[in-house]
Protein backbone atom coordinates (compact mmCIF):
# COMPACT_ATOMS: atom_id res chain seq x y z
CA UNK A 1 0.00 0.00 0.00
CA UNK A 2 1.58 3.24 -0.89
CA UNK A 3 2.60 5.66 1.93
CA UNK A 4 0.44 8.73 2.12
CA UNK A 5 2.00 11.97 3.77
CA UNK A 6 -1.50 14.73 3.92
CA UNK A 7 0.60 16.91 5.57
CA UNK A 8 3.29 16.70 2.94
CA UNK A 9 0.91 15.99 0.45
CA UNK A 10 3.01 13.13 -1.06
CA UNK A 11 2.30 10.11 -1.60
CA UNK A 12 5.33 7.45 -1.82
CA UNK A 13 4.66 3.84 -4.19
CA UNK A 14 7.60 1.26 -4.01
CA UNK A 15 8.25 -0.30 -7.21
CA UNK A 16 10.87 -3.46 -7.21
CA UNK A 17 12.57 -4.73 -10.27
CA UNK A 18 12.86 -8.66 -9.30
CA UNK A 19 14.29 -11.75 -11.68
CA UNK A 20 17.04 -14.10 -11.90
CA UNK A 21 20.42 -13.37 -11.50
CA UNK A 22 22.35 -11.36 -14.00
CA UNK A 23 18.98 -10.84 -16.04
CA UNK A 24 19.37 -7.23 -16.36
CA UNK A 25 17.64 -5.48 -13.30
CA UNK A 26 20.58 -3.53 -12.53
CA UNK A 27 21.32 -2.72 -15.98
CA UNK A 28 17.44 -1.68 -16.15
CA UNK A 29 18.32 0.90 -13.42
CA UNK A 30 21.09 2.56 -14.50
CA UNK A 31 19.71 2.86 -17.46
CA UNK A 32 16.53 4.32 -16.75
CA UNK A 33 18.43 6.46 -14.57
CA UNK A 34 20.41 8.32 -16.97
CA UNK A 35 17.39 9.03 -18.98
CA UNK A 36 15.58 10.91 -16.48
CA UNK A 37 15.42 14.52 -15.62
CA UNK A 38 18.25 15.09 -12.77
CA UNK A 39 16.00 17.19 -10.96
CA UNK A 40 13.17 14.65 -10.74
CA UNK A 41 15.56 12.06 -9.31
CA UNK A 42 17.77 11.13 -5.94
CA UNK A 43 21.23 9.71 -5.59
CA UNK A 44 21.58 6.43 -7.39
CA UNK A 45 22.76 4.08 -5.12
CA UNK A 46 24.79 0.56 -6.30
CA UNK A 47 26.58 -2.32 -4.79
CA UNK A 48 28.10 -4.84 -6.95
CA UNK A 49 30.26 -7.55 -6.18
CA UNK A 50 33.30 -8.58 -8.43
CA UNK A 51 31.18 -10.32 -10.50
CA UNK A 52 28.71 -7.06 -11.49
CA UNK A 53 25.87 -9.00 -9.37
CA UNK A 54 23.88 -7.17 -7.30
CA UNK A 55 24.86 -7.74 -3.90
CA UNK A 56 22.35 -6.09 -1.83
CA UNK A 57 19.97 -3.85 -3.77
CA UNK A 58 19.67 -0.66 -5.81
CA UNK A 59 17.73 1.91 -5.24
CA UNK A 60 16.58 5.36 -6.17
CA UNK A 61 14.10 7.69 -6.02
CA UNK A 62 11.50 9.62 -8.51
CA UNK A 63 9.07 12.70 -8.63
CA UNK A 64 6.03 12.02 -10.75
CA UNK A 65 2.60 13.93 -11.46
CA UNK A 66 0.35 14.39 -8.76
CA UNK A 67 -2.63 12.42 -7.85
CA UNK A 68 -5.80 13.65 -6.47
CA UNK A 69 -3.89 16.88 -5.63
CA UNK A 70 -0.85 14.77 -4.15
CA UNK A 71 2.63 14.63 -5.25
CA UNK A 72 3.67 11.53 -6.35
CA UNK A 73 7.12 10.07 -5.75
CA UNK A 74 8.39 6.52 -6.76
CA UNK A 75 10.84 4.47 -4.69
CA UNK A 76 12.34 2.01 -6.75
CA UNK A 77 14.84 -0.96 -5.94
CA UNK A 78 16.01 -3.53 -7.69
CA UNK A 79 17.12 -7.11 -5.73
CA UNK A 80 19.59 -9.77 -6.31
CA UNK A 81 17.96 -13.11 -8.00
CA UNK A 82 20.40 -15.43 -6.36
CA UNK A 83 18.89 -17.70 -4.24
CA UNK A 84 20.90 -17.05 -0.91
CA UNK A 85 19.57 -13.75 -0.94
CA UNK A 86 16.00 -14.34 -0.72
CA UNK A 87 15.98 -12.89 2.82
CA UNK A 88 17.11 -9.40 1.33
CA UNK A 89 14.26 -9.63 -1.37
CA UNK A 90 11.89 -10.74 0.98
CA UNK A 91 12.86 -7.37 2.89
CA UNK A 92 12.68 -4.84 -0.04
CA UNK A 93 9.27 -6.41 -1.30
CA UNK A 94 7.61 -5.74 2.20
CA UNK A 95 4.99 -2.82 1.35
CA UNK A 96 5.99 -3.62 -2.64
CA UNK A 97 3.08 -1.11 -4.96
CA UNK A 98 4.02 -2.80 -8.41
CA UNK A 99 6.76 -5.11 -9.68
CA UNK A 100 8.78 -5.67 -12.94
CA UNK A 101 9.96 -8.87 -13.54
CA UNK A 102 12.88 -8.71 -15.74
CA UNK A 103 13.42 -12.32 -17.39
CA UNK A 104 16.55 -13.31 -18.92
CA UNK A 105 15.86 -14.15 -22.96
CA UNK A 106 18.36 -17.02 -22.99
CA UNK A 107 17.04 -20.33 -23.75
CA UNK A 108 19.51 -21.88 -21.20
CA UNK A 109 17.78 -19.47 -18.38
CA UNK A 110 14.06 -20.60 -18.70
CA UNK A 111 14.22 -22.95 -15.68
CA UNK A 112 16.09 -20.05 -13.73
CA UNK A 113 13.22 -17.22 -14.92
CA UNK A 114 10.03 -20.00 -13.45
CA UNK A 115 11.88 -20.34 -10.07
CA UNK A 116 12.38 -16.59 -9.88
CA UNK A 117 8.99 -15.77 -10.63
CA UNK A 118 8.09 -18.93 -8.48
CA UNK A 119 9.88 -17.46 -5.64
CA UNK A 120 8.81 -14.05 -6.15
CA UNK A 121 4.47 -15.29 -5.48
CA UNK A 122 5.74 -17.07 -2.43
CA UNK A 123 7.38 -13.79 -0.87
CA UNK A 124 4.32 -11.87 -1.96
CA UNK A 125 2.05 -14.20 0.03
CA UNK A 126 4.58 -14.03 2.73
CA UNK A 127 3.61 -10.52 2.88
CA UNK A 128 -0.18 -11.14 2.24
CA UNK A 129 0.31 -9.09 -1.72
CA UNK A 130 -2.17 -10.96 -3.96
CA UNK A 131 0.33 -11.77 -6.85
CA UNK A 132 -2.65 -12.14 -9.08
CA UNK A 133 -3.88 -8.47 -8.80
CA UNK A 134 -0.81 -6.71 -7.73
CA UNK A 135 0.45 -4.34 -10.61
CA UNK A 136 2.62 -6.03 -12.53
CA UNK A 137 5.16 -6.27 -15.40
CA UNK A 138 7.10 -8.17 -17.66
CA UNK A 139 9.94 -7.43 -19.69
CA UNK A 140 11.89 -10.07 -21.85
CA UNK A 141 15.56 -9.02 -21.66
CA UNK A 142 18.77 -9.84 -23.63
CA UNK A 143 16.69 -9.87 -26.85
CA UNK A 144 20.04 -9.19 -28.92
CA UNK A 145 21.66 -12.63 -28.19
CA UNK A 146 21.58 -15.25 -31.12
CA UNK A 147 20.07 -18.43 -28.57
CA UNK A 148 16.89 -16.48 -27.14
CA UNK A 149 13.36 -17.95 -26.34
CA UNK A 150 10.60 -16.54 -28.90
CA UNK A 151 8.43 -14.09 -26.77
CA UNK A 152 5.30 -16.47 -27.11
CA UNK A 153 8.10 -19.22 -25.35
CA UNK A 154 8.16 -16.89 -22.22
CA UNK A 155 4.35 -15.79 -22.75
CA UNK A 156 3.43 -19.12 -21.83
CA UNK A 157 6.05 -19.93 -19.23
CA UNK A 158 5.82 -16.85 -17.38
CA UNK A 159 2.69 -14.71 -18.12
CA UNK A 160 -0.36 -16.56 -17.15
CA UNK A 161 -2.01 -13.13 -16.21
CA UNK A 162 -1.23 -12.19 -19.35
CA UNK A 163 -0.20 -8.59 -18.08
CA UNK A 164 1.52 -6.38 -20.10
CA UNK A 165 4.97 -7.33 -21.16
CA UNK A 166 7.98 -5.53 -23.31
CA UNK A 167 11.25 -7.11 -25.60
CA UNK A 168 14.56 -5.06 -24.58
CA UNK A 169 17.99 -4.86 -24.85
CA UNK A 170 19.29 -3.04 -21.54
CA UNK A 171 22.96 -2.53 -22.10
CA UNK A 172 21.63 -0.20 -24.83
CA UNK A 173 18.52 1.44 -23.17
CA UNK A 174 16.25 -0.57 -25.91
CA UNK A 175 12.48 -1.34 -24.08
CA UNK A 176 13.84 0.04 -20.51
CA UNK A 177 11.39 3.59 -20.75
CA UNK A 178 8.65 1.61 -22.07
CA UNK A 179 8.89 -1.05 -19.20
CA UNK A 180 8.76 1.32 -16.12
CA UNK A 181 6.02 3.67 -17.99
CA UNK A 182 3.81 0.70 -18.05
CA UNK A 183 4.46 -0.40 -14.91
CA UNK A 184 4.37 2.90 -13.18
CA UNK A 185 0.53 3.45 -14.58
CA UNK A 186 -0.36 0.08 -13.45
CA UNK A 187 0.38 1.22 -10.02
CA UNK A 188 -1.29 4.51 -10.50
CA UNK A 189 -4.32 3.51 -12.02
CA UNK A 190 -4.48 1.34 -8.87
CA UNK A 191 -3.47 3.89 -6.42
CA UNK A 192 -6.39 6.37 -7.96
CA UNK A 193 -9.07 3.70 -7.51
CA UNK A 194 -8.18 3.21 -3.94
CA UNK A 195 -8.14 6.73 -3.18
CA UNK A 196 -11.49 6.98 -5.14
CA UNK A 197 -13.06 4.56 -2.88
CA UNK A 198 -11.21 5.97 0.03
CA UNK A 199 -13.10 9.34 -0.82
CA UNK A 200 -16.25 7.75 -1.07
CA UNK A 201 -16.22 6.14 2.06
CA UNK A 202 -14.78 9.32 4.33
CA UNK A 203 -12.20 7.27 4.98
CA UNK A 204 -8.30 8.92 4.51
Known amino acids: ??????????????????????????????ALYNMLPP????????IDTHDDRTLFFDFF?????????????FLIYAVPGQAYYQVTRKMVLQGVDGVIFVADSERRRLEDNIASLEDLKTLLSEHGHDYTTLPLVLQYNKRDLPDILSTD??????????RPWF???????RGVQETFRAACSAVLTR??????????????
Do not use: W
Open 1 to 30: MPIVNFRAREISCKLVYCGPSLGGKTTNIK
Open 39 to 46: ESRSDLRI
Open 61 to 73: SLSLASVNGMQTK
Open 153 to 162: ELNRALNELQ
Open 167 to 173: ESVATEG
Open 191 to 204: LGAQLGAATRTGRP
